[in-house]
């Protein structure tokens, strides 16, 4: 039975509550009933349906109830996956929920009720920002926060477990699981939330290396080691401090990066109101929760089992050690990229911003390694290694080397950076490729995440090395001719839908080599709120996207054209879903060994 | 004499110490190197000498001001108390037009003008940039 006792029943009881709350919030948005001010500030009745669901947590408050709606599930959801474990353990992990639940709670009551009252009840909605208005940014809110959120308890169950000296391998199985659910689904909402930006923001990239962006990365990069560590843990029984304190900075990043954007302190998207005193309610909860982890982690954290926790310099624990301080050093570039300009602001009011160079420069040449310990350390054994019959490693080492030179010798790019670079990355690809072969079916998860790893890193280079881009101003009938392409600018027709007035471009570009591509970028003028966005038209081939944006200026006749050539594309989204795709794997594998 | 592993411990806490200086030294070095600074058009007016490193520049796009060519974008940026001519060749955001804020990255040819490399998207009408507002509100 589920309910077999009271405190699951609570439990199910809260969630159940919060749900009803958030379907009555729901209801609210598909009937467009504007007596609710987050209705009337979001919505509006000429949305199309998908988009008035989605515009429920489309904003601060509705956003904010989604948060707890997860919340109060993952609580649910664990007290019921945990019967095996000891009651203590249980209600330990459920007091800590508990005090994040109450935090948010009161956050929500006291600064962003979903629920107020307007009244005189208003005749229509002002609107939901149309750029919001796409598939891909609907969903991206909820299974980014079902990853935020869920690394809530992995937090909670930590700091219970460390009270309670509970650490051991079982319960590091036990663990894994919700920290594989909590990165399949931070990846994947990042993934949704960079797709979105290459095609909506119409700039071309699909990372801008924007705060907004690196607060979603931080966690990932703090629960992606975490996830190396409890796999350690789980079969020998060492890093454990490294689980706790991974455990902890996790949750922590994740609330950090809501005060960020939620603060009005970084300007985005997601910044839905610039209200202080949410962003100083999240600060003051923030602390207290550090300060609580701090605490339980030096009181109660004991080192156990002293002599397994030895092992020599070649050996599988090694090699993840390595990654994890490059995991960790990749961390604190993005952190310090991030908070540093609003540090520096605050205390010398200077305006300052960390862009892209800063990270390439930090980044890249750390992957060299990375890559390269990426490749090797799963060939290694636990405790201690020979390199005794890993001939092979050297001889895939000396061709990807050959793989690279040939590819970039041609190109014009620095020789030197470039190569090494593509060097490991192939090295990666080719030894994970290898294992498909000869390692079957053994650590299979670990494989596929690892070559989509590889498959992504190469992709991202091509895609960057290969870009081309044109951009220029054109009248409608004019032609730009350049050394590659000829852009026509044929005609522009108009089109009236529910919501927006669309126009729309007709162009013909030709290749040097005679192909003919006709692309139809629009622009499109939605009622309420009054605003212009443009819709990129992209083309998309296993070997490259063809990607056009259009702009107009106010009150002129020229239109302002951007015309890229990414190649790759399809395949870094292809990747970072192997990426999950291993994740996933793992979590349904284990699932099976269970039973 | 201390026992080997005491030895190796201290090696590797060395080894620890030296990796953390090292990559703090490396990151703050390249922070000195790649951050972009923000003015406003009456704070380069104050300059003493031009730069040659990129800034943004950031206020309101003067009125009738802005022109366009097949290759260029001219236009002023003001705030209201003094003015800077730009000229851009890229890629214009939806939500650039005349009265309204701008934040341009680029660089300085002299004190009246600015060559910009990138225009920077905003997300919705109602945005200012908080850089504009606080020169703005400065005057």
């Known amino acids: 039975m589920i309910f077999d006792n009271k405190i699951v029943t609570f439990t199910f009881l809260q969630f159940f509550f919060v749900i009803i709350s958030f379907l009555g919030l729901i209801m609210s948005f598909v009937n467009s009933d504007f007596s609710n001010e987050t209705v009337f500030n979001h919505s509006h009745t000429t949305k199309p349906l998908f988009y008035k669901i989605s515009g429920t947590w489309g904003n601060h408050e509705g956003s904010l109830l989604l948060w707890l709606l997860v919340l109060t599930l993952f609580i649910f959801l664990f007290l019921i996956k945990s019967k095996d474990q000891t009651k203590q353990y249980r209600i330990l992990t459920l007091l800590f929920q508990q005090i994040i639940i109450i935090g948010f709670f009161t956050f929500l009551i006291k600064t962003s009720n979903p629920f107020n009252y307007i009244f005189p009840i208003p005749n229509e909605g002002l609107g939901l920002n149309p750029i919001l208005q796409d598939p891909a940014l609907a969903i991206h809110p909820p299974i980014l926060y079902l990853g935020y959120v869920g690394s809530s308890i992995i937090f909670s169950s930590t700091l219970a477990a460390t009270t309670l000296n509970y650490i051991s391998k079982e319960w590091a199985k036990h663990i894994k699981q919700w920290v594989l659910v909590s990165w399949i689904f931070l990846t994947i909402g990042i993934l949704l939330g960079s797709i979105w930006a290459y095609y909506e923001l119409g700039w071309g990239g699909f990372w801008f290396w924007d705060p907004v962006e690196n607060v979603s990365l931080m966690p990932w990069l703090a629960l992606t080691t975490l996830l190396h560590c409890i796999l350690v843990l789980e079969k020998r029984l060492t890093l454990t401090s490294w689980v706790v304190v991974l455990s902890i900075s996790t949750f922590t990043l994740s609330m950090c990066g809501t005060f960020l954007v939620r603060s009005g302190i970084l300007n985005s998207v997601h910044t839905f109101a610039n209200d202080p005193e949410r962003g100083l309610f999240i600060l003051i909860f923030l602390f207290c929760l550090i300060f609580m982890s701090l605490f339980i982690f030096f009181f109660f954290h004991k080192v156990k089992n002293k002599d397994s926790n030895s092992f020599f310099w070649l050996s599988k624990e090694t090699s993840i050690l390595i990654n994890n301080w490059f995991m960790m050093y990749f961390l604190a570039v993005v952190l310090i990229g991030t908070i540093y300009p609003i540090f520096l602001e605050v205390i010398s009011s200077e305006k300052i911003s960390v862009g892209p160079p800063f990270y390439n420069k930090l980044i890249i040449p750390f992957l060299i390694p990375f890559l390269f310990a990426m490749a090797i350390g799963p060939k290694l054994n636990w405790i201690k290694s020979e390199l005794e019959n890993k001939t092979y490693l050297v001889l895939f080492l000396i061709l990807s080397l050959l793989v690279s030179v040939f590819t970039i010798k041609n190109l014009n790019v620095n020789f030197l950076i470039n190569t090494v670079l593509v060097t490991s990355a192939f090295y990666l690809f080719f030894i994970t490729l290898r294992d498909f072969f000869t390692k079957k079916f053994k650590n299979l998860s670990q494989n596929i995440a690892h070559f989509g790893f590889s498959l992504l890193i190469l992709s991202i280079l091509f895609n960057n090395i290969f870009s081309t881009e044109i951009i220029t101003n054109l009248k409608i009938g004019e032609t730009y001719e350049g050394a590659e392409f000829k852009i026509n600018f044929e005609k522009i027709e108009q089109k009236n839908e529910k919501n927006f007035k669309a126009i729309i471009g007709k162009f013909n570009i030709e290749n040097s080599n005679g192909t003919i591509e006709n692309l139809r970028p629009e622009l499109r003028i939605y009622n309420q709120p009054n605003i212009v966005t443009s819709e990129a038209d992209i083309k998309t081939n296993l070997l490259k996207d063809s990607f056009i944006t259009m702009n107009l200026v106010q009150n002129q006749d020229y239109f302002n054209i951007r015309y890229q050539i990414k190649p790759f594309m399809i395949w870094i989204w292809f990747s970072v879903l192997l990426i999950t795709l291993g994740g996933l794997k793992s979590l349904i594998l284990n699932k099976r060994y269970e039973k | ?139």
Do not use: C, W
Not at chain 2, 65 to 76: G, L, T, V, Y
Not at chain 2, 102 to 121: H, N, P, Q, W
């Open chain 2, 1 to 139: 004499m201390y026992g080997k592993k005491v030895k190796l411990r201290f090696f590797f806490v060395l080894l620890v110490l030296i990796t953390l200086i090292l990559s703090i030294f490396l990151i703050l070095k390249s922070l000195e190197e790649n951050v972009v600074y923000f003015q406003s058009p009456s704070e380069i007016q104050l300059l003493e000498e031009i730069e040659k490193k990129k800034i943004r520049v950031g206020g309101m796009v003067k009125n009738k001001s802005i022109s366009i060519k097949a290759k260029e974008i001219r236009f002023i940026i003001t705030d209201f108390k003094n003015e800077i001519n730009v000229t851009y060749s890229g890629v214009v955001p939806n939500l650039f037009s005349e009265g309204k804020g701008v934040v341009a990255e680029g660089y300085l040819k002299d004190k009246s003008f600015f060559i910009a490399t990138k225009i920077l998207a905003k997300h919705d009408e109602n945005y200012m940039p908080p850089e504009v507002k606080a020169a703005l509100e400065e005057k």
